[in-house]
């Protein structure tokens, strides 16, 4: 079956934009996380959506957002960006369980100038 | 508070030389452990969890309770184990936490 895809693969903004990332998880998965992952702070959580609610969330700023839709689609939103926001963002799709394996996207790679 | 060390920002070893990768955790109740492995330019992958108990790529990892610890080894290093290594563990029934290591970066030399 078709794996996590993440898009778009690469992206550049200039500080102050604001930017939309989207994830398809796995056929079937109903569970969605973001991570952000940088050289220096290693793999960071951001939040995980379950059936379209929020039901993690790391300790990220109000200026990152996300949600859910009904065909377990995720997008995810940061606003007024800083030059610390660049990184790799990742989305991994799981089953609804509490536990199991998470199946990871190939990333999102954003640049803030 | 619910967290998982993995006190090793980088590991290098000799080609052919045993691996010990660090991990411990603190939660309370009875997580599942995993191991995650990213090799260069590959996504983010599931190596092995403590509940299958089975050695992958010659890797293993015990859980001990004990100690709250998940450290991954392997007996002979080989270049192409080269990656970086994250820990991770899952809340057990009722929570939903999912809970990563800063991660470990090894470097097979030859």
């Known amino acids: 079956k078709a794996g996590v895809t993440q898009t778009p693969r690469y992206l550049i903004k200039t500080r102050g934009q604001q930017v939309t990332l989207s994830c398809s998880p796995i056929?079937?998965?109903?569970?969605v996380s973001w991570y952000q992952q940088t050289p220096g702070q290693g793999l960071q959580f951001l939040f995980e959506y379950f059936s379209e609610t929020q039901r993690n969330k790391g300790n990220f700023p109000g200026r990152f957002s996300g949600r859910q839709f009904s065909n377990s689609r995720s997008e995810m939103n940061v606003s007024t960006l800083e030059l610390g926001d660049s990184a790799l963002y990742l989305c991994a799709s799981r089953l609804a369980g509490a536990s199991g394996e998470q199946y990871f996207g190939p990333g999102t790679r954003l640049t803030v100038t | 508070a619910q967290r998982v060390t993995q006190p090793e920002k980088l590991l290098s070893v000799f080609k052919g030389a045993p691996v010990e990768l660090k991990c411990n955790y603190s939660y309370s109740g009875s997580p599942e452990l995993f191991w995650y492995v990213q090799y260069s330019r590959q996504r983010l992958q599931l190596l092995l969890r403590?509940?299958s108990r089975e050695s992958i790529k010659g890797f293993t990892a015990d859980l001990n309770k004990g100690e709250t610890s998940f450290h991954l080894k392997k007996p002979f290093a080989q270049e192409e184990d080269s990656a970086m290594y994250y820990c991770?563990?899952?809340?057990?029934?009722?929570?939903?936490?999912?809970?990563f290591g800063t991660g470990t970066r090894l470097k097979v030399l030859a």
């Open positions: 991770a563990l899952s809340g057990g029934s009722g929570t939903y936490k999912y809970i």
């Open positions: 403590h509940i």
């Open positions: 056929s079937g998965h109903r569970s």
